[in-house]
């Protein structure tokens, strides 16, 4: 900027020069040339043809340095000289260029040389409305109190234009209002603008007015400038607080926390300040929801302060009043209705108006035991209850014509056997979510009544009694249980009494009435009696009694008592003792005698063995232990002896073994003689032998006979008796010499025989029988529920009666032929 300017001024000074130089050589040529251009043109616009206006040649203005000298510092126009026309070289702005709203002329000096002339050129710029109205501020505030009177005026900021003339501000206008209008008051040139409320305002309806003012100029078109202006209504304590309702309900769950909000309160107050400050309070004292809920002054919140229960109350009321900090103050009041909601927090209550703890079994179904009653201090579907019981008790609840009343009753019929004791737990639920139970337990006891009569284990019971018993000794317990209780269940035993048959040998029992422990009178004996049966009644001690009787299987088990009887050789006096002959040219082998002997014994007690005690020669003779045959062993010589002493030794199996003697003295004659004396010895032996024969006989026949009678009543028995328990006794004559006994008797599912060593192939012998005892297969078939005859007994019977008849024939036809 400098630089610039200090070249200008060096321009101006030689220009000045040579103008000083010209006029001194020559006399000067000057002209005045006036020009109107507007402002803002754009740059190179013409001004006017200075050449053409001073009459100046164009074709000699370059020559002639046609030019301008002096003017405007920012050089706003320039010549051209090849036609000599003025134009704009730079924009041009009126209002920088000429401040005020005066004539804006500018003044130029032009200089052509040859001769030297010097021409004034005026150009006046005209203004253009190229500006708006503006405000110092783009914004004005003011503040006004709502009790201020219609009047009263407040002056505003005045805009500026810098156009001039008709350009310039002519006129102020304001936003369309109820309250407020614009007045113009005109000092000198300025135009001043005033606002003046026409209306009086209320704070509480506007509290706040925001208007805008336009200065408008008079351009073609006009410009306008605007300016924002905001009213602020002042406030005086002229309104109460107001509540936003006049009741408020709300609703709350019981047992809300304490301090959960239950609801807040809102009023305002249309005035500001503290005016509007409202403290909230309770309007009335003691009352019971002040103990419950409390109210924050500030906030008008209230939350719960105690605990709430629906049960207790329902519904609060409570009075709020609201008031503002003015002067005076103003408050205004609301009521807020506070329902509780009920929440299923009440358990159910059961109560037991009457029990019957004892009832007797025979009680019939539907026998109230009980009443009850039921409660839920819960309101609606929470307050529903339903009742049941524990499951698989024979009873039930019946509900009475009142809600929550219930009986209990008898289901089923009642067995105090069964179950003598119920714990009958009663549960009772209401409907709420979630739900809550409550349960309590009632004892019910089951009284006795005499339904059941007492009742043996084993019935009937098989009672195995070893022969010779002690008289006076007890032989079997029986027991029999009444499922009852108390005096229905003391059990007393009695001995049912026979007809006094020969067979009935109940009259040599007795029993003890309390114990049921049974005596034997007098010993029994296997050989006179085998088996027999009683009977034994157990009453109990109820009204009516009850009774039942058992049946006892008496099995007489054989002892050894009984010694061995020599049947044979037996002399005339009695004794055991024979005497034999036998040629002395017999062969070994041969058959001297057979010693036979018998045991009334049976099994093992009564199986025989035979041997030698004493014998003269050892080598001559042999005995056989089971038949009881001598035979010789070699044949005779000369050395032998003519007569030999054999004592045989006859004893039984049993545990303490029983024996008997016998001697047999054998003669070894010659040939001859012995056949003599044979004859005669026959003769007297078959007279001797008569009686024995005659004996032998009856016994076999009567042995044969009452088989053939234990065949057909076991044959009866099994057809007509619906028991098992059926004893029949066989007796078999071995086929080797000696008199053998089998007893075959049935209990439960099996048959026992009681037999000698050699007679039951195939069997198994069972322990604790003294090794006497042998399990038969048993082939009966039993129907169920009734008893039908085995085709394969009547086999049986018809295949072994022959057979049995042949073999004692047999054998009493060998004695025949001896």
């Known amino acids: 900027m400098e630089a610039g300017g200090q070249r200008r001024r060096w321009e101006y000074c030689w220009i000045s020069l040579c103008i000083y130089f010209l006029l001194g050589i020559g006399q000067p040529v000057s002209a005045q040339i006036r020009y109107s251009i507007p402002e803002e043109v754009k740059e190179g ?6 050449a053409k206006d001073l009459g100046l040649e164009v074709s000699s203005l370059v020559v002639r340095q046609f030019r301008i000298v002096s003017g405007s510092k920012e050089e706003l126009f320039q010549i051209n000289q090849e036609n000599g026309v003025l134009y704009v070289h730079k924009k041009i702005d009126r209002e920088s260029l000429c401040a005020g709203s005066g004539v804006c002329m500018v003044n130029l000096k032009t200089v052509i040389e040859n001769p030297l002339e010097m021409h004034y050129v005026e150009v006046e710029i005209s203004d253009i409305n190229d500006h708006s109205p503006s405000f110092p ?43 407020f209008e614009i007045r113009v008051r005109e000092s000198d040139e300025d135009k001043m603008p005033f606002l003046v409320l026409k209306k009086a305002v209320d704070r509480e309806i506007t509290n706040t007015y925001k208007l805008l003012l336009t200065a408008v100029d008079g351009g073609n078109p006009p410009r306008s400038g605007t300016l924002n202006i905001t009213i602020s209504i002042l406030d005086i304590n002229d309104n109460r607080p107001v509540f936003s309702r006049e009741t408020y309900s709300v609703t709350l769950s019981e047992n809300s926390i304490i301090g959960s909000m239950v609801v807040r309160v809102n009023a305002t107050d249309m005035d ?26 500030v906030t008008g919140e209230i939350r719960v302060k105690e605990e709430v229960d629906f049960e207790d109350t329902e519904v609060y009321k409570l009075d709020i009043q609201a008031s503002d900090k003015g002067h005076p103050p103003m408050s205004t009041k609301s009521r807020i209705v506070i329902k509780i909601t009920d929440v299923n927090d009440n358990r159910p209550e059961i109560e037991i108006t009457s029990h019957s703890k004892n009832i007797p079994e025979d009680s019939k179904p539907g026998t109230v035991i009980s009443l009850i009653s039921v409660t839920d201090n819960d309101a609606g579907i929470n307050g529903k209850v339903i009742c049941q019981l524990n499951k698989h008790v024979p009873f039930e609840l019946k509900p009475s014509f009142k809600d929550n ?29 979630p739900s809550l139970t409550a349960s309590t337990t009632i004892n019910v006891q089951i009284s006795d009544v005499n339904d059941n009569a007492p009742v043996f284990l084993i019935n009937p019971l098989d009672l195995y009694l070893m022969e010779n018993n002690a008289a006076g000794s007890s032989i079997i317990s029986v027991s029999a249980s009444d499922r009852d ?50 009977h034994v009644l157990a009453t109990d001690s109820g009204t009516p009694s009850l009774s039942s009787n058992v049946t006892v299987n008496v099995f007489i088990l054989d002892q050894n008592d009984n010694v061995p009887v020599i049947l044979y050789p037996v002399s005339a006096n009695g004794s055991a003792e024979g005497v034999e002959e036998i040629p002395r040219n017999v062969n070994a082998g041969h058959l001297v005698t057979k010693v036979r002997a018998y045991d009334a014994d049976i099994g093992y007690n009564g199986w025989l063995l ?30 032998d002896e003519a007569q030999h002493k054999l004592i045989i030794l006859v004893k039984d199996n049993g545990n303490v073994s029983l024996s008997a003697t016998a001697t047999v003295i054998v003669k070894v004659v010659e040939p001859k003689e012995a056949f003599a004396a044979s004859d005669v010895k026959n003769t007297v032996k078959d007279e001797e032998e008569n009686n024995v024969t005659f004996y032998l006989i009856i016994t076999l026949g009567s042995v044969s006979v009452l088989f053939v009678i234990s065949i057909i009543v076991l044959t009866v028995m099994q057809c007509s008796k619906s028991t098992d328990y059926s004893s029949k006794y066989l007796q078999d004559t071995n086929y080797d010499g000696t008199l053998c006994h089998s007893i075959q008797y049935r209990s439960g599912d099996k048959r026992y025989m009681l037999v000698g060593p050699r007679m039951s192939i195939g069997s198994t012998i069972v322990p604790g029988s003294n090794g006497n005892t042998l399990v038969i297969p048993d082939r009966r078939r039993r129907g169920s529920g009734e008893v039908r005859c085995d085709n394969n007994i009547f086999l049986y019977c018809f295949l072994l009666i022959p057979g049995c008849v042949i073999i004692h024939f047999s054998f009493l036809s060998e004695f025949f032929l001896r």
């Open 405 to 433: 009343m219930y009986s209990l009753v008898t289901k089923d019929r009642l067995d105090r056997e069964t179950s003598s004791h119920y714990d009958i737990t009663i549960t009772a639920s209401d409907l709420g979510q």
């Open 485 to 534: 209780t108390a005096e229905n269940a003391v059990i007393s035993y009695h001995m049912i009494r026979g007809d006094g048959t020969h067979n009935d040998l109940s009259s040599f029992l007795n029993i003890n009435s309390e114990t049921g422990i049974v005596y034997s009178l007098r010993s029994f004996d296997f050989e006179t009696a085998k088996t027999f049966q009683f």
């Open 137 to 179: 501020e783009k914004e004005q505030r003011l503040r006004i109190y709502e009790n201020t009177l219609p009047g009263a005026d407040y002056q505003l900021q005045a805009a500026k234009d810098p156009d001039s003339g008709t350009n310039s501000i002519r006129s102020y206008k304001l936003s369309p209002n109820d309250h």
């Open 610 to 639: 035979f041997s030698l005690q004493e014998v003269s020669d050892h080598s001559l003779f042999g005995l056989d232990r089971y038949t009881g045959q001598i035979r010789t062993l070699r044949s005779f010589t000369e050395t």
């Open 45 to 50: 616009t013409d001004v006017g043809n200075i």
């Open 272 to 297: 500001e300040g503290t005016n509007s400050d409202i403290e909230y309070s309770f309007a009335t004292l003691n009352s019971k929801g002040h103990d419950v809920f409390e109210l924050d002054q």
